[in-house]
């Protein structure tokens, strides 16, 4: 069972741009990405997403914004988005929130990082490791807390993230129009 473990903030436009710069000289460039991510209404985080080469189905355990949970997903062709989600509402889901984010992945000495804009949400850097069940999770969170910080960058609360997407439900549907 794999547990992604991950630190994450909310960052300024200036930021943003300056981290892109930064990382493109200091970490290996992966991808840029375009995801288009269903969130859906149950008990669970179960989403669907399509990005620049695959869609995939995939179930995150325990709440948004935890510091490490498990995570399976299964992925398929791009192509088979449209019949994931005609799918999961034939077995009575609804589409709770769609999120529209230009992702920028790194290799970043073995730590992977993503620094996101999500139209209406917006920018985010975001550090993760994958560990294995009998790993220490706390010890690979302050481990990546550290590697924030020497960014210069705080991790943003829990609660501000909970916020945040708590509001981002409740309008994304104005909040992403052009």
Do not use: C
């Not at 985080?45 to 620049?52: A, S, Y």
């Not at 769609?98 to 790194?106: A, G, L, P, Q, T």
């Not at 990546?144 to 991790?155: A, T």
């Not at 945040?164 to 992403?176: A, C, I, P």
């Amino acid at each position: 069972m794999s547990i992604e473990v991950e630190v994450r903030s909310f960052i300024s436009e200036d930021q943003y741009g300056e981290l892109l710069d930064k990382m493109k000289e200091e970490a290996e460039f992966i991808e840029d990405d375009y995801q288009i991510t269903y969130y859906f209404t149950g008990d669970v985080d179960l989403r669907i997403q399509k990005n620049n080469n695959f869609a995939k189905l995939w179930l995150k355990g325990g709440k948004i914004h935890d510091k490490h949970r498990e995570e399976i997903e299964v992925k398929f062709d791009r192509e088979d988005f449209d019949k994931l989600e005609r799918l999961l509402i034939l077995l009575g889901y609804e589409v709770e929130v769609k999120w529209f984010r230009k992702r920028n992945k790194f290799d970043w000495n073995g730590i992977k990082l993503t620094i996101d804009y999500t139209k209406g949400y917006g920018h985010i850097i975001e550090l993760e490791k994958i560990a294995e069940e009998n790993e220490d999770k706390d010890k690979i969170y302050k481990e990546l807390e550290g590697k924030l910080k020497s960014l210069g960058i705080d991790i943003t609360p829990k609660e501000k993230f909970d916020e945040k997407f708590k509001y981002y439900k409740e309008n994304w549907k104005t909040l992403v129009e052009d």
